[in-house]
């Protein structure tokens, strides 16, 4: 069943549709969608429309004539109790009180489906997240973009979209060859070569090597760093999946730019773009013609020496992926990858696929702090918190809050000692321990064989503390349908926050367990829905809903 939103969108929709057939107001067949908000003060109403506005340069009326026409043929949806015009025209929508009140049977009844609600039009989308180079192991600078990958997954997902979580190992570069020439190196107590890596794990490594590969690495005609190198790098990989792995993110492909060489794929996207007439050659090199498409210079693909660039492999990498069906890609990236955007972007459309099927997230740094002191960290440097310790210091739920709860655009301060605290002052402590109090007040009404019953709510649900509660939680499936067309989720853990400090406002304003039996059974079924939302809410961002703290 649709929101009350869009219960409302396609009210107004209508609206115009019937002003307009019936000369009241003289618009175009084309318009534009209808924007249903929620007002950011409450006295002017539960939802609000700019209709009126958006539609005076095309009606050349006034918008407050055009408001008054619109909510004369205004059909209100159920629940809707009043459509008011305030001035430069917005019309706003308040909610029946009591219709309020009785959704919170209709919570108790979604269950675990409430917030999940299907898009009509679903689509195959490839996601792919973290990719970090398999040249150590993973970093809390790493982290942010594994949660934002995860949870823009999970809210996909939510809304009916099938979803392929993807990894993409970088295992054909120079830096692969620089790890191996680090492992030969501390091997030979030579010193470490300029572009090499350093770190107790570097060490670590070379006492992890077989005794036969050492040979191999060093025969006449071998290429040390080569051998060295892929086989250091799986060891790495293999300790990415088990930091992944124990911070519950899951992928369901794991492609390496080694294969996506080997299966001919570099070579069949640039033979595409030749043919397409956007291959060149200068200077014994292979270039893409990028300028065609916006970008500032044209782009290398094969380099004099006949050796593929990396951008080569992003050409093959992408072609690959829509040969395997999906309607859109997205690569959650760091913010340091801006300048590569534009050629890889040019690349999709070369190879004729529409601009709004890619998309590239780029997310901002994170600043770690402790004691008031910034963490400097770099992998080639071996300066750096490992993401495994990081969860051992904050916890995998607590580093999920932190890295889902900003604009993925926006830089992140995360104050180590803050994150590890068990206070009202850590929000994702604030919000579970909400859940938990939810539970804890349950066993208690069990215990004295209270339980808890919706049939009274649109009676008995009168409090301004229990209005604003149940209110805010009927926006949960507006807010996950917002975040999955956004392709952003900051809001979830927003919503969360608000809807534990409603709680604690109707705890403390309304009594639950009293006297009046049949209102406590009413404020009992408050209480449950509030446990299932902020449950469901958590779930979505792969943060645990305890019963006990």
């Given amino acids: 069943?649709?929101?009350?939103?869009?219960?409302?969108?396609?009210?107004?929709a209508e609206a115009r549709r019937s002003a307009t057939a019936a000369g009241a107001l003289d618009l175009p067949a084309d318009l534009p969608s209808v924007s249903i908000e929620r007002p950011a003060r409450s006295e002017h109403g539960d939802f609000a429309t700019n209709a009126a506005m958006q539609l005076a340069p095309l009606a050349r009326m006034a918008p407050l004539r055009i408001a008054e026409a619109l909510t004369s043929h205004l059909q209100l949806p159920d629940g809707v109790a009043a459509a008011e015009i305030a001035p430069p025209g917005f019309i706003n929508f308040r909610l029946n009180s009591a219709w309020v009140a009785g959704q919170v049977e209709t919570l108790l009844a979604e269950g675990a489906r409430f917030g999940r609600a299907p898009v009509p039009d679903p689509q195959r989308i490839?996601?792919?997240f973290v990719s970090a180079n398999p040249t150590g192991p993973l970093t809390i600078g790493n982290a942010r973009g594994a949660f934002v990958g995860d949870v823009l997954c999970r809210v996909l997902e939510a809304v009916g979209h099938a979803v392929t979580r993807e990894y993409y190992f970088n295992d054909y570069n120079e830096q692969i060859r620089n790890l191996g020439l680090s492992l030969l190196a501390i091997r030979r107590a030579e010193p470490i070569p300029d572009d090499g890596y350093h770190g107790e794990y570097v060490n670590e490594l070379v006492a992890q090597v077989p005794e036969e590969l050492w040979p191999r690495a060093e025969a006449p005609d071998a290429d040390p760093g080569e051998v060295l190198g892929r086989w250091a790098s799986e060891r790495v990989r293999a300790g990415i999946e088990a930091s992944l792995a124990r911070l519950g993110v899951r992928f369901d492909v794991w492609t390496s730019e080694g294969a996506i060489h080997a299966a001919g794929w570099v070579e069949r996207g640039i033979a595409r773009l030749r043919e397409a007439g956007f291959i060149y050659e200068e200077g014994g090199a292979v270039w893409f013609r990028s300028t065609a498409f916006g970008d500032d210079k044209?782009?290398?693909?094969?380099r004099s020496n006949g050796r593929p660039t990396y951008f080569a492999a992003d050409i093959g990498y992408v072609a690959e992926k829509f040969s395997r069906g999906f309607d859109e890609l997205i690569y959650v990236w760091g913010e340091d990858h801006h300048g590569t955007v534009a050629r890889n972007r040019a690349a999709a459309i070369a190879l004729g696929f529409d601009a709004d099927q890619v998309r590239w997230p780029l997310i901002a740094w994170v600043r770690f702090i402790r004691d008031g002191v910034e963490i400097p960290m770099s992998k080639r440097s071996g300066e750096f918190i490992t993401l495994d310790e990081l969860l051992d210091e904050i916890g995998t739920d607590g580093a999920r809050w932190y890295f889902s709860s900003r604009a993925y655009t926006t830089g992140i301060d995360l104050d180590m000692t803050l994150a590890a605290s068990q206070s009202n002052e850590n929000p994702?402590?604030?919000?579970?321990?909400?859940?938990a109090r939810c539970a804890s007040i349950l066993r208690t009404a069990a215990?004295?064989?209270?339980?808890?019953?919706?049939a009274d709510t649109r009676s008995l649900l009168v409090h301004p503390a229990e209005q604003a509660l149940v209110r805010h939680l009927l926006t949960l499936?507006?807010?996950v349908a917002d975040a999955a067309s956004r392709r952003e989720t900051h809001d979830i853990p927003r919503f969360c926050h608000e809807a534990a400090h409603l709680f604690s406002q109707f705890y403390r304003d309304c009594r639950?367990?009293?006297?009046?039996v049949a209102l406590s059974r009413a404020r009992l079924a408050l209480v449950d829905a509030t446990r299932l939302v902020l449950a469901n809410a958590l779930d979505l961002m792969g943060i645990g809903a305890p019963d006990t703290m």
């Fill in 126 to 128: 490839n996601v792919e």
């Fill in 477 to 479: 499936p507006d807010v």
């Fill in 428 to 435: 994702v402590y604030y919000v579970q321990y909400a859940h």
């Fill in 512 to 516: 639950v367990l009293s006297d009046d």
């Fill in 447 to 454: 215990e004295r064989s209270i339980a808890a019953d919706a």
């Fill in 1 to 12: 069943m649709p929101t009350l939103r869009e219960q409302l969108r396609e009210a107004v």
């Fill in 298 to 302: 044209d782009r290398v693909v094969i």
